[in-house]
């Protein structure tokens, strides 16, 4: 795999990455409003076990959060070293 289908790979990985945070954050979304509608029920059983899954999902979304930030770090600093911000139709500068 050449320099610029490595950059290919790691631009798809990035997409990825934001795809699974936005999925994870509308499962916390999901559980808040499960949240919600228990306070008019007040089932003891979804009010003893949704915070702790609120929780560990809120945790799960800034994990991603950090690996799309150091990633995205990772991907730019190897973009730099290998001159891969050109346009692939011109020869990067030496």
């Known amino acids: 795999m050449d320099k610029r289908e490595q950059l290919t790979a790691m631009d798809k990985i990035l997409r990825e990455l934001e795809d699974l945070k936005n999925s994870e954050t509308a499962v916390l979304k999901k559980i808040a409003q499960i949240e ?32 799309i930030s150091r990633f995205t770090e990772h991907r730019n600093q190897f973009s730099k070293e290998h001159k891969l911000e050109a346009p692939e139709d011109q020869p990067a500068t030496s």
């Open 36 to 67: 919600a509608e228990n306070m008019n029920l007040g089932v003891t059983v979804l009010e003893l076990a949704l915070p702790d899954i609120h929780e560990n999902i809120n945790t799960s979304v800034e994990q991603v959060n950090e690996v």
